[in-house]
DNA sequence: TGTATACTCTACTAAGTTAGTAGGAATAGT
DNA sequence: ACTATTCCTACTAACTTAGTAGAGTATACA
């Protein structure tokens, strides 16, 4: 697993709207001046979220971005498996892929498959629920800074 | 962490060095052939590995490669950490960083330090002493396939 | 109906990484 | 001297990353 901008836009993107879930429209401008992304390449993730099914836009004036669910149904995790792809070292922990030679006895096999289970133990067990919860706890010192 | 084709036969090829540990140097042209890899990129595979200390070689006629340690020293973390460098998703896990805007208020920080700590645990507690015992567990059906 | 506001879509690009290739120089044993 | 082998430098094609650029489309509101 390795953190791209892209992924890194995304997951504040993602906490930004969290943290707006429920009140109005958040434009692309706004939510790429905040997380201090540039705003033509952030549109992009922001396509790649809505294509995803976690974010869902509002066009024309009044319009936006905003959360398709709640910030507790969402993981950090989902968002890492839209915008980076597949989170294990090596392609054929998931599947039977003929990238070694001889997959039942290859002894390297277990380890990459361990460090999967491990990565995804974490990542798929954060909410961003659990993460406006963090914000919100240390917001008593200014506004919030992702 | 992701795994390359550099790291792939940088893995492969130490094992096979292990199973031939205390014995004649191994060339680099069996090696390439043994894990089926491109014998001219092999080689600057080799170079990294004998840079990082965990291999060592002898010129000439009857030379080749040797591990510069035993089996048992030699975790699957080092060949990693040698060929594909740090494991670390994002590189303000590991330093103050100036990736994110405020590392000490960053919600995601916490995330990334989980998974490399995780990451980590797997993969340096695994020596090639313990992969070797496991080629030579299904060692019965024929010659070992990494 | 017009217009400002905002999302949508396609294409291009510069820099960096990956997975090699190519060719020769240096060294050691017989 | 000959041969086997490591060592060293340079080059390349394909792919990925992190952007840019510009036109097109939908919506609210006056
Ligand atoms: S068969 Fe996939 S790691 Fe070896
Ligand atoms: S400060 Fe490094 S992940 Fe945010």
């Known amino acids: 697993m390795k953190l ?3 992924g890194d836009y995304a997951l ?3 906490l930004d ?5 429920g009140q109005e429209p958040v434009t692309s401008h706004d939510l790429a001046k905040r997380i201090d992304a540039p705003a033509k390449f952030f549109e992009q993730v922001l396509t790649e979220l809505k294509k995803g099914g976690i ?3 509002r066009r024309g004036n009044e319009g936006g971005y905003l959360l398709s669910k709640s910030p507790s149904k969402i993981t950090v995790g989902d968002i890492i498996r839209i915008i980076e792809g597949p989170i294990e070292p090596i392609a054929c922990v998931k599947e039977n892929y003929a990238n070694c030679t ?3 006895r290859c002894v390297f096999r ?8 491990a990565t995804s133990d974490i990542i798929d067990h954060v909410t961003f629920e659990d993460l406006m ?3 919100k706890g240390q917001q008593q010192i200014a506004t919030y800074s992702i």
Request: aromatic share 14%; charged share 20%.
């Open 12 to 14: 504040k993107a993602v």
């Open 17 to 21: 709207l969290a943290l707006h879930y």
């Open 4 to 6: 791209t901008y892209k």
């Open 55 to 57: 974010i869902e836009s």
């Open 102 to 104: 001889d997959v039942n």
């Open 110 to 117: 277990n380890i990459w498959q361990k460090v999967y289970q």
């Open 133 to 135: 919860a963090q914000v």
